[in-house]
């Protein structure tokens, strides 16, 4: 496999980190909580313009592992780059590099629907006239128009995804942190959803999503299963599938975690 | 069915002018498991709060085993075991703790305390954690130990909040493998869930949208009043053709099964489902076969919300 | 009773009072922080100000009146000057708070007609160091003019406090915090303790349970009665002990009068608890719903007596209005229930009407 040389990277940023292959590159990482190992030893690559699902059962560490690649928490030990940015010394740089959005959508509900997204587009240092004109762009997408005076807490649950989605890609950022973004959504609403993650991935940005539907799981190039700080199956679901003999990825998680 | 264990007549409930229920009537015969199946928004936490009398409807009432939630409303609290949706114990107490707790506040005599607690400690597989705090128990584990207390009292009726919501799909099956034990002691059970698969495991089920019931019934049969007809298409490509479907047709159409694309049509199907073999064929997709298969609950309430906010968008 | 649900409630609240030793630290020094920076901040007696005197008599009239001055403990003479007009800049660099002229014809006008003038000078910008300079200055004139015209006056005028002879006003002060803090944490706790459950989800899980209304207001209450009486006995002790606060009533009924105190706080906790839904909200709202009148409108800084008439009226349902005058009573005055019987009667009054209005509003609904 062509990795990295992540040393390099970051010490030339000059050389413009999105001519790489790898959104996201993560070697031996490892994190621990005093004695207890949270994320152990990981290893994994995500493709630019790739929708990587990152499946595990509760605490088997993947909120952990996300938290160290969004720049919230210090790898104990090994290596990792987002958008070729070193994931220990980088981490202000790849904060303005992803978007994340997560669960619960942490929407402000006693804010308008624009007064979010001026918000959200503000904390990347956007002002009003690009945070629109990103809007009207995107609107196609997310069908927004005619909402802006909405006030968040009545919009409906598929909208407020949506919502929560354009905040975190205003500032067109090259890695997309989803987790467990469909939760308490309708299967109407969640069917649209992925549709507009393949949409924005075809655009090529890289989708990092968490989730605990099996079946949207199988929406995703490639997968990795996590089981107990360690990563116990990376490949795409198909190649899985085929690999344990299962007809379903439900199957197969239950196969790897309880087994 | 003779008389229903539980029957709701004719809930309605507003909060300002948002309708969370609107005219919702249900009956769950004794020993039943009955699921919600809903989104968010839907009434399902209404609805129950409702039933366990912890709201006052609007109008309209619910009588289990005989009791009357509005007129006795202490009567019901004893029937019933109620698991709120979100996480609801002293994260600051011990397993323990917990269930001592609310054993006492049900007045469980203590000798059949200690019996109830130990059985349920091994039932929910929780005996090694007994002097962990509730706070450091994993997703899995806290909602087992949410059901304990539910249950410490022996409740004859059983009321579960979304309890699998947010929960890895390994400890999903072992709670209703749990639920699946306690409904053959004869618990009644309603349990509400966003999960289509969940759905399959309750007896009957009831689909609400948006403040309504929009069916009831055994989640098989819904499936085969499924309008339309459901092919199942194998391709090479799976996410490039579901894609590509999604955008040829609506996006609530498709969904990505296995291996398979799963799309749901209507009307003349025989001759859509060709002319879209045709035009995959020429968008470069090799498709190995298009064969009609038996419709899921999922396929079945998807279109009905299609057709409902269809409705809904022409009004 | 035994066998009440409230008990199980109890045990619970015990655990999570045990469980969190911070917050229970923070309860216990916040009264000795308030108690540090009350007993010594209000200081209601001036001491040491710092004092100019510009003497153009200089007889042996006028020094030993500055002798007066200088001997007395309240001022420091820190500036003589000659030149009356400097005074205006001496309180400018904030050299001297309060300054004595004494004029040219002192001595004589004071011979001569046995009335003389004296200029006294006070900084005004403090306005309670002022008036209480002035006091101290004319008592202190008063009594030297007295003398020293060496006539004999029929009436003599001889003062004497009653209760406090030397007019420390810690223990004014001390009891009057014990009755703040008594109405804040108890008001306080409970309120948070029950927005904490309705937050987290708890209370939900406890009211689909058959419990009744007054269980679990009690189950709720009773243990934070318990802790806010712990430190209540905390905070009286470290008041006798530090500021040397006087004890001549009897101890059990001041006990016993704390513990209806004490009710009361928990009802207007009870009340707030029912009216908000977050607990930063009812932190906020317990603050100011006890700290504001208890210290304000009780009379533990203002005498009632001087509020205007609609104050007055509110400060009569202000519970700590009448404990304050319990326990100055019980602990300065050595008095009992056969002189604090009113006050006694109108707190529990007070309770009750909290604790009434409370219970109205508190359902066993979400």
Redesign the interface.
Same mark, same amino acid.
């Given at each position: 496999m062509t990795q990295p040389d992540a040393g390099n990277e970051t010490n030339a940023r000059g050389k413009k980190a999105s001519g790489h292959d790898y959104a996201v590159t993560v070697r031996d990482l490892t994190r621990m909580f005093g004695e207890f190992v949270a994320v152990d030893n990981v290893s994994f690559d995500v493709k630019r313009g790739e929708i990587f699902g990152f499946l595990?059962?509760?605490?088997?560490g993947k909120t952990t592992t996300i938290k160290m690649l969004t720049g919230l928490l210090r790898p104990t030990s090994g290596t990792g780059t987002v958008d070729g940015l070193d994931i220990s010394n980088d981490r202000r740089a790849i904060k303005s590099r992803i978007g994340y959005m997560s669960?619960r959508f942490s929407l402000y509900d006693d804010l308008k629907v624009e007064e979010n997204l001026f918000f959200f587009g503000g904390v990347y240092g956007m002002d009003r006239d690009s945070v629109e004109a990103r809007v009207s762009e995107l609107d196609d997408m997310l069908s927004l128009s005619g909402l802006e005076n909405r006030m968040t807490a009545?919009l409906?649950?598929g909208h407020k995804q949506r919502l929560a989605l354009a905040c975190a890609i205003l500032h067109r950022p090259p890695v997309l942190f989803l987790d467990?973004p469909t939760?308490? !959504?309708?299967?109407?609403?969640r069917? @649209?959803f992925?549709?507009l993650i393949?949409?924005i991935a075809?655009d090529g940005t890289t989708v990092f999503v968490t989730t605990? @539907?099996?079946?949207e799981a199988? @929406?995703c190039?490639r997968l990795s299963i996590m089981h107990a700080g360690r990563i116990v199956e990376v490949d795409s679901?198909?190649r899985i599938?085929e690999k344990h003999g299962m007809?379903?990825?439900?199957d197969v998680?239950?196969k790897l !975690?309880?087994g | 069915m003779s008389i229903p264990f539980a029957r709701v007549k004719e809930l309605e409930k507003s909060y300002g002018k948002?309708v969370a229920l609107a005219s919702v009537s249900l009956d769950v015969g004794k020993g039943e498991m009955f699921g919600l199946i809903?989104?968010?928004?839907?009434g399902k936490t209404t609805l129950m709060?409702i039933l366990?009398?912890? $709201?006052?409807p609007d109008s309209g009432d619910c009588v289990v085993a005989g009791v009357s939630v509005s007129e006795d409303?202490?009567g019901i609290?004893?029937i019933?075991g109620?698991m709120?949706q979100?996480?609801?114990?002293?994260?600051? $107490?011990t397993v323990g703790?917990n269930l001592?707790?609310?054993a006492?506040?049900?007045?469980v005599p203590r000798r059949e305390r200690i019996k109830r607690t130990a059985m349920l400690l091994e039932f929910a597989r929780l005996e090694p954690f007994v002097k962990r705090q509730a706070g450091r128990l994993? =997703? =899995?584990m806290k909602q087992k130990l949410a059901l304990a207390?539910a249950l410490v009292?022996t409740p004859e009726f059983l009321i579960l909040d979304e309890p699998t919501?947010?929960?890895?799909?390994?400890?999903?099956?072992e709670f209703w493998s749990i639920l699946k034990k306690l409904k053959e002691t004869g618990v009644t059970i309603l349990v509400s869930t966003?999960?289509?698969?969940e759905a399959e495991l309750c007896d009957r089920v009831a689909l609400m949208?948006k403040g309504r019931v929009l069916m009831t019934g055994v989640a098989k049969d819904i499936a085969q009043g499924f309008a339309g007809t459901v092919y199942s298409v194998a391709c090479d490509d799976?996410?490039g053709l579901?894609?590509w479907l999604?955008g040829r047709l609506t996006?609530?159409q498709?969904?990505?099964?296995?291996?398979r694309v799963h799309v749901s049509l209507f009307g003349d199907t025989g001759r859509a489902i060709a002319g879209l073999e045709r035009e995959a064929a020429t968008a470069g997709f090799s498709i190995a076969m298009a064969e009609p298969v038996p419709a899921a609950l999922?396929d079945a309430?998807?279109a009905m919300?299609?057709e409902r906010?269809r409705r809904h968008d022409a009004a | 009773m035994i066998?009440s649900?409230f008990?199980?409630?109890m045990?619970?609240e015990f655990?999570?009072i045990a469980?969190?030793r911070r917050s229970l630290l923070i309860l216990f020094l916040m009264p000795v922080l308030m108690m540090f920076v009350f007993g010594y901040a209000i200081n209601m007696d001036v001491k040491h100000i710092r004092m100019g005197i510009c003497d153009l008599s200089r007889t042996p009239t006028s020094r030993a009146l500055i002798e007066a001055v200088s001997a007395s403990p309240y001022f420091d003479v820190t500036v003589r000057y000659e030149d009356p007009r400097l005074t205006g800049e001496l309180f400018r660099r904030r050299e001297i708070r309060a300054a004595v002229i004494i004029p040219r014809e002192f001595a004589r006008d004071l011979g001569a007609s046995g009335v003389a003038r004296i200029g006294v000078i006070t900084d005004g910008t403090d306005a309670n160091t002022a008036t209480l300079a002035q006091n101290y200055l004319e008592g202190l004139f008063l009594e030297r003019s007295l003398s020293a015209g060496g006539v004999e006056f029929p009436v003599r005028i001889k003062s004497r406090i009653l209760y406090n002879p030397d007019m420390e006003s810690s223990h004014f002060v001390v009891p009057g915090i014990v009755a703040l803090l008594l109405i804040m944490i108890g008001a306080l706790l409970t309120s948070v303790t029950i927005v904490r459950e309705k937050e987290?989800?708890?209370l939900?899980?406890?009211?689909?349970?058959?419990?009744r209304g007054y269980e679990v207001v009690l189950g709720k209450a009773l243990p934070y009665l318990v802790l806010a009486f712990g430190i209540a006995v905390f905070i009286i002790i470290f008041g006798c002990l530090w500021f040397h606060v006087p004890m001549l009533g009897s101890w059990s009924w001041l006990t016993l009068f704390c513990i209806i105190y004490l009710f009361t706080s928990l009802a207007i906790g009870l009340m707030i608890s029912t009216l908000v839904s977050t607990q930063q909200v009812a932190m906020m709202l317990a603050l100011v719903a006890t700290l504001l009148p208890s210290v304000m409108l009780s009379g533990f800084i203002f005498p009632v007596a001087s509020m205007p008439a609609p104050l007055r009226v509110v400060s009569r349902i202000v519970p700590a209005t009448y404990f304050l005058e319990i326990i100055r009573g019980i602990m300065l005055k050595g008095n009992g229930p056969a002189e604090l019987w009113r006050p006694v009667l109108a707190m529990i009054a007070v309770g009750l009407l909290f604790t009434v209005m409370a219970i109205r509003r508190f359902r066993?609904?979400?």
């Open positions: 595990g059962a509760n605490g088997a669960q009545s409906p649950p467990e939760g308490g !959504v309708d299967p109407v609403a069917r @649209y992925w549709d393949s949409t075809s605990h @539907y099996m079946d199988e @929406y190039h679901p198909a599938k007809t379903s990825i439900q998680f239950i !975690v309880d | 948002t809903g989104p968010d928004g839907a709060r366990s009398s912890l $709201l006052d409303p202490a609290r004893r019933i109620y709120p979100r996480f609801s114990l002293y994260q600051d $107490l703790e001592r707790f609310f006492d506040l049900f007045r994993s =997703g =899995g207390c009292h919501t947010g929960v890895d799909p390994v400890s999903r099956r966003p999960y289509m698969e949208h799976t996410v579901a894609v999604k996006p609530e498709v969904r990505i099964v296995g291996t999922e309430f998807v919300i299609a906010e | 066998n649900r008990f199980p409630l045990r619970k655990i999570h469980r969190d987290t989800g708890t939900e899980q406890i009211l689909v349970s058959p419990i066993l609904k979400l």
